[in-house]
């Protein structure tokens, strides 16, 4: 297994090169450097679009953009990680349009377009990124690239942003310019998370909870399982689940399926019963996206009462449930996540479940300690002998959100 969170002293040298890299390409100091990480989702899946209950942590992986101002407005980004085959993209943020360029950029472009619409009297900026986030594995480097932006150009122009603020105008610019429908999970994670702690959080109003989970001193740990299957959220199949949850909200005479409580599922079933299906065949109809949904919100609230209570281990089954209804009611899985879940719960894991937006990225294993290296053996070699590509497989170590490292 790789762990690329390295001790402190790692991080740091790694933020000094960050800035040492930042003077190779612009010739000059940044005026700082700021991180702001990846994240896995607990518990709570295509709730937050529904106004529901998430509980995201944040991993140790980060984006790092060393930032300096420019006084002519002009946005400047470049990335150490072969975004852009190394060139230096200028953005004027007076002609940015939304959904005009397809590449990296445009996450920071968007973000500068967000901040001016907001009326932030946001300036220019020169950036250089180095990132550990991995990308299009469902751990949301697009969320750490927005946020990290976001914040650098807050602590440069004093915009005084808070974190939740932050996260929304982050959100806006991937929905408004970069053209994707997500909801608030990612961003407020990258924003708002804190070393171990996971992030209860409420996402009709943004009030959140740091909800202490200490895996290792609990024995326990949580297993990221990259199965390496590439989905983009923007083409068709996320925006067709929300429209779905969106029918059954209407149908049911509600604001949005949050708003149907646990012991309401039932008889709004049975009020959906002449609902039709939906226009995708592989999509679920309405009242099996209901369904996900309102059980789904319950799991969030069972799995904070066990954490509350001290059972950590009680967690389990619930996210094995809850990869169920993302499975079968749902329908965002795929087989490479369904053999992850699968091996796992074969291997002796206590829960295991897909986490983010599906189609393919993350799985989540709960295990205990001593159990790790062998689950993570067997889930390996059921994708070799599935003829599948090998999974990344690495610890999730609860870590802290966005924040300036120098
Ligand atoms: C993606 C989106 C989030 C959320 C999850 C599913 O990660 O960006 O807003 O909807 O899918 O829970």
């Not at 209901?290 to 009680?314: C, Q, Y």
């Amino acid at each position: 297994m790789t762990d690329t969170s390295g001790p402190a002293a790692d991080r740091e040298q790694r933020a000094r090169r960050t800035a040492e890299r930042f003077r190779e390409v612009y010739g000059a100091a940044p005026a700082g450097v700021w991180a702001a990480p990846g994240r896995v989702n607990l518990i709570g899946e295509h709730t937050d679009y529904n106004d529901g209950f998430v509980m995201p942590l944040a991993l140790p992986h980060t984006t790092l953009a060393a930032a300096a101002p420019r006084a002519d407005g002009v946005l400047r980004v470049h990335s150490g990680d072969g975004g852009g085959n190394g060139r230096i993209a200028e953005l004027r943020p007076a002609a940015l349009r939304p959904a005009s360029g397809g590449g990296w950029a445009d996450y920071p472009a968007g973000i500068a377009w967000a901040l001016r619409e907001a009326g932030l009297p946001v300036g220019g900026a020169d950036l250089h990124y180095d990132s550990t986030v991995p990308v299009g594995a469902g751990l949301s480097s697009s969320a750490a690239l927005e946020v990290v932006t976001a914040l650098a150009l807050d602590e440069l122009y004093g915009l005084g942003l808070t974190r939740q603020r932050l996260a929304r105008l982050a959100q806006r610019a991937e929905n408004a310019f970069v053209g994707v429908p997500c909801g608030i999970m990612d961003q407020t994670a990258a924003a708002c998370c804190t070393d171990g702690h996971a992030l209860f959080l409420d996402t009709r109003d943004l009030v959140q909870r740091q909800v202490p989970f200490d895996l290792a001193g609990a024995g326990l740990r949580l297993l990221v399982v990259d199965t390496r299957v590439r989905h983009e959220l923007g083409d068709g199949a996320y925006a067709q689940r929300r429209a779905m949850c969106e029918r059954g909200a209407r149908a049911l005479g509600v604001h949005a399926l949050r708003d149907v409580p646990y012991a309401h599922l039932p008889a709004a079933l049975d009020g959906l019963a002449a609902e039709r299906g939906g226009p995708d065949a592989d999509g679920p109809d309405v009242r099996a996206a209901v369904r996900h949904v309102v059980t789904e919100n319950r799991r969030v609230e069972d799995v904070i009462a066990h954490l509350d209570a001290g059972e950590p281990r009680a967690i389990g089954p619930l996210l094995t449930a809850g990869h169920a209804s993302l499975r079968d009611d749902f329908r965002v899985s795929c087989a490479e996540l369904d053999l992850a879940v699968e091996a796992a719960g074969a291997a002796g894991a206590l829960g295991a479940r897909m986490t983010g937006g599906g189609f393919g990225g993350s799985a989540v294993v709960l295990v205990e300690e001593a159990a790790a290296d062998t689950v993570a053996g067997r889930i390996t070699e059921a994708f070799a002998a599935a003829g599948h590509a090998a999974p990344r497989i690495f610890p999730a170590v609860p870590s802290a959100g966005a924040r300036r490292l120098l």
